[in-house]
Structure formats: structure tokens, C-alpha cells
């Protein structure tokens, strides 16, 4: 018996837990199995020809939001053409309602609910052998013209399960794709909104053999792992004793987990900051609202200062990204409660904030009530809200508007420096400003047509400009900036309209090439010729102080916790100042941006005004600290005061000179 188990994730750099540990459970009696990933994207006639010719007996297909409404048409094209093959769906978007499903698609002979391993496999006995369905515990199926739901099967031991994860066939992949891995199954929590608050418990697999596979997906090459665990810190002794096994092995592969941040113990929390490599874990954390009225009501306990602490703790070590989520359209949070949601977890400037639309799940609490607080919502998946009792549908397509901005502008982190400036400095809030610039997009009809990234900033400049933005000159500046770093190779276009003149641009990279040393030991090394380093520079003048617009925009800014704030500040001040103090010093690379400059926020702002003020105490600072090479001045760091942007910067652009091939970037005030 051929046995295809199948299932379409939402991209191809996905791959599927589910269908390998249904493979590995069932593989020792039933040798014949193959699994078949596809995507969302492929054409459904290009699956059901690809499936056709594998010839299977049974097709089993792993059903999610993301992919069922694809997978109930692909189910019914292939009934058509191979009607003796039964079809068997399971997962999450299946379990709850399998009753609606096999009314919905005739094509459907078996849904099988919860825990999957155990009650496949017994389906597939019974399909092979003596067909007695009724035995399946666990399963829906058909009997003629009545459809039959057993009782449920008993959860599962998860330490009898077999290893996903030890298929040869998955190893050339590895190092190209995600791979999902879990610890645990089930939740402690109860939200209303969530799945996961169906299954009460948590279930862990033994530690010892979640090292081994790990260790073993890592030497063999994975570079990307996602663990699947509701809250991966629930048990503090469990993660803290992974969190140190994936400090010793990482061997550069990234890990990825959603925690719970208000329940992170302090010394969790100092573990982390004092050991956790740059870059090799990244946390998710759901906020989803700060409005303590609705957390009520959806049954979610929450501590907002406790995640904030958290959540700026681990910012303030610079070691762990963050994904923060958050859910507009729950109860009680209408568009103004809501704008204060978003305001309050965008203050701690995560490097990730997505923002999501409810979404009625079949089989949560939230969807049993939704006539209570007047949802509508779409009647196929992914079951979006469409009005609430408190926010009616223009104000969710206004947040699409905002939510659409808040992507393209904050979580690509194409437009870091400009974006804090304008945050910071320009808008009265975050909100106010993905608001603002979401609705000028549409209004543009910017929605309708592709973009490609130099129109990032020209949009953006253009709603500026419109909207009469002061402080254009500096904008514009952060803008170079950003557009400079997001390019691994010397860019060949820019996208504004004045250029260096070519002998200044000259003269500048003479004194470069004849005195490296002014901008970075490594460059003084690499002895390149003005020839050769032409290949690898961009300069350009910004027509103020970038050192001090920088400083303004970087160190840690949270509202919540001045307190907090004030400590952290103090300390990163104060390695600012020891950085500054070299002339010349490299300012961090594109990854690490401003975040990773220092000093508490400055208000530019004010200081734009007094540009006149300050030019004289410049202009006798430049000179005092002015450098001779062959006749000319090369500029130095002067002892301007540290708030004024009054000047000009030479801004240098290296490329290509690491193995990182990130841009780095260096200053010389002018």
C-alpha cells in the first residue's frame, strides 16, 4: 500500500513537522510512504499531476488556516481523477468541526482529530485489513451516507514517539529551509482566541533526546530552527538547561521561540544578557493587547510592566531579536484603546512588531461568542474579523493601511535611522505616523502597484515633503543612510537628485586613500590604491552633524520605565563617549545600526533652529582638530557641543571589506 502524506506550507523555505512525524511513527509496518510538500503558490493542477503519478493508495494532508481552502479543491480534483484513493485530513484547522468538512467536500473519507501518530497509523491498519472504522478512536469517517465521529484517542506519550527528524532525504535541505521542532505540546494558558487554550497541559519530551536531534539537525547543516512550543519558558529549569546546550552548539545555526515574557525570572534574564551569542536566538513574544479590560475578558493574564521589563532587559543586552505580536479587533479594544495598544509595546522599539486581525478559530472560546460582541467575520479561512461591537470595518481597513506601512518601513528595517528620527522627533506618536503615511499611500493608489526599493524612499519623501515636514535636510540625510547600508555592493543608482561634484568627490578620496588610517586601522591595512578604492566607496556631505542626529535616535527609549531607562542609559552614554573620542572611529556596521551607538535620547529637534549658534564653535573646533595632507584640510572630530547638528558630515561608505559583507559606514565632520 503507497501511502503520500502531503501538505501545502506558506512557502517553500517551510517544511512540515507534522507529516514527518506521522511518517516516522508509521514507517516500520508500512515501508511504502512517501511525503510531498508543495506551497499555497503552486498550481493546483501541477499538485494533482505530481500526485497522480506517485500512484498512492491513501493521501494523507496536514490542514491549516494558511492552506485548507487550497487543499478542499485539490481534494476534489483528485477524486476525479483517482476516485479509489481515500483521503485522509488531520491537523489543527480539521479537528474541531470534522463533521463540516466531510459535508463540505464529498472527496473527504477521513479526518482524523488531535494527536495524529497513534490514530493515523491505526486508520491505516484498518484500511489495509478489516476496514473497521469504528475502532479508529480518534477518527471521523463516512458509512455509507452517515458521517461518524469516534470518541476521542488518549493523548500521546510523547517519549514513545519516534524522531522526525533522522530522514536522510531531509539533509541536503537543511541548511535551505526552516526546520519546525517542538519540546512540548499544549499550553498552560486559556485565551479565548487561541488553539492552544483547547489542550489543557503541558506534555514535554524527554530532554536527553531533544539534544541529540538537535545536535544531530545542526552538524547536519541546519542554519534555521523554529521550536514549535506554545511557551517555550514555562518550565525555567527545562529552557535554561536548553538555552545553555544551544549556547555551547549553535555552531551559527539561529534558533527561534515564543515565550511568555512576564514570567522570565531576573536570572533568566541576566543568563541570557551575560551569555546568549549575538544573533543566535530570536524571541516571539504575543502581547496581542495592553488594554487590561480585554485581557479580561479573553482569559489572558498578563503583566504588561513585567513584559516590558523583560522585553527592554533583553534589548538592553543587544544579543536577542524580538518579535513582538499584537491582535487588533479583540474585545473592547475599539480604534482609540487600540492606538494606545499599539503605542504602548511600539515605545519599547522592537525589532519585529507585527500587527494582526483577529481570526475566529473553529473550536476556540472566542468564536462560541462571537454574537455576543457582534463579530462578523469571513466565513472561509483564515476567518478574519470584519466589525466588532466596537470597531466597525472602515476603522479595520484603516489599520490594513497602517499595518501594510508598519511592514515595509519598520520590520524590513530598510529605513531604521529615518524611521526613529521621525518617530521620535516629528510625529506626536509611532501610531500617528504609520496612520498618517498608510492613508497618503493609498490615497496615492500606491496599494495597486509594485515598488521596488528605491521607491521606499522616494514615497516616503514625497509624503514628507507634502505634508510640510520640517527638518528635511536631516530626514533626507538618515535616508542616504539607510539606503547606503541596505546594499551589500556599492550601489550603482541612487534615487535623489543632488550629486557630489566629481572634484570634491575627487579630493575626498585622495585624502582617504593617501591616509586610511583616519578611517579604520583594517582599511590602512588592506594598502588599497585610489584606483582599487574607488571600487568600494561611497561618499557623500550631509549638510549637518551626524554624530549628534545619531545619538538622538539611539540607546534605549521606553516611556514605561524611565527608571529603567536611566540606568541603561547612563552605561551606554558612557561607552558613546569613549567611542567618540577616536577620531575617525568606525561607526557600527549596517546590522548593528544606531541601536548599538549609545547616549539617551537627544531632542534635535530644538537644536535644528539654532544652526547659526553653533557654526562658530564649529567652524574653530574644525580647525583647532583639522588634520594637513598635502595642502588640504581633512576633517576631524571636533569638540562641538553634542546636541547641536550645526555643520556638515562626511559620510563614508565601505563595501566588501569582511566576510560579513555588510556595509560598514564611517563619519568625519566637516
Known amino acids: 500500500m503507497r501511502i503520500i502524506l502531503a501538505t501545502l506550507n506558506a512557502k517553500y523555505i517551510h517544511t512540515s513537522l507534522a507529516i514527518r512525524l506521522l511518517k516516522a511513527y508509521s514507517e516500520h509496518e508500512f515501508e511504502d510512504i512517501l511525503l510531498a510538500e508543495y506551497t499555497i503558490k503552486d498550481p493546483l493542477m501541477n499538485i494533482v499531476s505530481d500526485l497522480f503519478q506517485k500512484q498512492p493508495d491513501v493521501i494523507g494532508f496536514s490542514c491549516y488556516i494558511w492552506n485548507i481552502e487550497e487543499t478542499v479543491k485539490l481534494v476534489a480534483i483528485l477524486k476525479q481523477v483517482m476516485p479509489e484513493v481515500k483521503i485522509v485530513l488531520g491537523g489543527p ?118 539534544k541529540s536531534d538537535l545536535l544531530y539537525l545542526i552538524e547536519g547543516g541546519a542554519k534555521v530552527i523554529k521550536f514549535l512550543d506554545r511557551t517555550f519558558n514555562i518550565n525555567r529549569n527545562y529552557a535554561m538547561e536548553m538555552f545553555q546546550f544551544l549556547i555551547d552548539n549553535h555552531q551559527g545555526c539561529v534558533f527561534q521561540f515564543e515565550i511568555t515574557a512576564d514570567i522570565m525570572r531576573p536570572e533568566v534574564l541576566d543568563f541570557l544578557a551575560q551569555n546568549a551569542p549575538p544573533g543566535v536566538f530570536r524571541f516571539e513574544i504575543g502581547v496581542q493587547s495592553t488594554n487590561d479590560e480585554t485581557n479580561e475578558l479573553v482569559k489572558r493574564r498578563q503583566n504588561f510592566t513585567k513584559l516590558s521589563r523583560t522585553v527592554m532587559k533583553i534589548k538592553a ?73 466596537v470597531m466597525p470595518f472602515s476603522d479595520i481597513i484603516r489599520l490594513k493601511r497602517l499595518e501594510d506601512v508598519l511592514e515595509k518601513y519598520w520590520n524590513s528595517q530598510r529605513l531604521a535611522h ?67 547600508l541596505g546594499h551589500k555592493y556599492k550601489p550603482r543608482k541612487i534615487w535623489w537628485d543632488e550629486v557630489m561634484d566629481k572634484s570634491e568627490w575627487a579630493k575626498y578620496l585622495k585624502q582617504i586613500a593617501g591616509q586610511p588610517e583616519l578611517i579604520s586601522a583594517k582599511l590602512a591595512e588592506a ?89 562658530t564653535a564649529v567652524a574653530e ?23 547641536s547638528s550645526a555643520g556638515s558630515t562626511l559620510l563614508i561608505v565601505l563595501y566588501q571589506q569582511d566576510e560579513s559583507q555588510r556595509a560598514q559606514y564611517y563619519t568625519l565632520p566637516i
Open 93 to 210: 484547522e480539521v479537528s474541531y468541526e470534522p463533521l463540516y468538512w466531510m459535508k463540505r467536500e464529498a472527496g473527504i473519507d477521513f479526518v482524523v482529530n488531535g494527536d495524529g501518530e497513534e490514530t493515523f497509523h491505526h486508520l491505516l491498519q484498518e484500511i489495509r485489513d478489516e476496514h473497521k472504522y469504528h475502532f479508529v478512536y480518534g477518527a471521523a469517517y463516512r458509512k455509507g451516507e452517515e458521517l461518524i465521529v469516534n470518541p476521542p484517542r488518549p493523548k500521546s506519550d510523547l517519549n514513545t514517539l519516534p524522531t522526525p527528524h533522522r530522514f536522510a532525504e531531509d539533509l541536503p535541505e537543511l541548511s535551505k529551509r526552516i526546520v519546525y521542532f517542538e519540546t512540548s505540546r499544549g499550553c498552560p494558558f486559556n485565551c479565548q482566541f487561541c488553539l492552544s487554550s483547547i489542550e489543557v497541559g503541558v506534555r514535554y519530551y524527554d530532554i536527553e533526546r531533544v
Open 418 to 484: 529615518s524611521v526613529k528620527y521621525l518617530i521620535r522627533h516629528v510625529f506626536p506618536s509611532p501610531f500617528d505616523f504609520f496612520q498618517e503615511f498608510g492613508d497618503y499611500w493609498e490615497a496615492r493608489g500606491w496599494q495597486k502597484i509594485g515598488h521596488q526599493l528605491e521607491d521606499l524612499f522616494t514615497r516616503l519623501q514625497d509624503f514628507l515633503t507634502d505634508r510640510g515636514t520640517a527638518s528635511m535636510d536631516i530626514i533626507t540625510g538618515l535616508m542616504k543612510l539607510d539606503y547606503f
Open 527 to 615: 594598502g588599497l590604491s585610489e584606483r582599487e578604492l574607488q571600487k568600494y566607496i561611497v561618499l557623500d556631505v550631509l549638510p549637518f552633524r551626524l554624530e549628534p542626529v545619531l545619538d538622538s535616535i539611539s540607546g534605549l527609549r521606553f516611556d514605561g520605565l524611565a527608571g529603567a531607562e536611566g540606568e541603561n542609559a547612563g552605561t551606554l552614554e558612557s561607552s558613546a563617549d569613549s567611542a567618540d573620542s577616536k577620531p575617525g572611529a568606525a561607526t557600527e556596521t549596517a546590522g548593528g545600526l544606531a541601536d548599538k551607538r549609545a547616549g539617551a535620547a537627544t531632542d534635535i529637534a530644538g537644536s535644528h533652529a539654532d544652526k547659526g549658534a553653533g557654526s
Open 621 to 643: 573646533a574644525a580647525e583647532n582638530a583639522a588634520v594637513a595632507v598635502a595642502g588640504d584640510i581633512v576633517p576631524a572630530v571636533t569638540n562641538a557641543h553634542p546636541g
Open 317 to 389: 543586552s543587544g544579543n536577542i531579536d524580538q518579535h513582538l505580536d499584537l491582535i487588533a479587533g479583540l474585545p473592547m479594544e475599539d480604534y482609540s484603546t487600540f492606538r494606545k495598544t499599539f503605542n504602548d509595546v511600539f515605545a519599547m522599539e522592537p525589532e519585529e512588531l507585527q500587527l494582526g486581525f483577529l481570526k475566529m478559530l473553529r473550536g476556540t472560546g472566542l468564536r462560541a461568542q462571537a454574537a455576543k460582541y457582534d463579530y462578523t467575520y469571513m466565513e472561509h479561512a483564515p476567518y478574519e474579523i470584519l466589525s466588532s461591537h
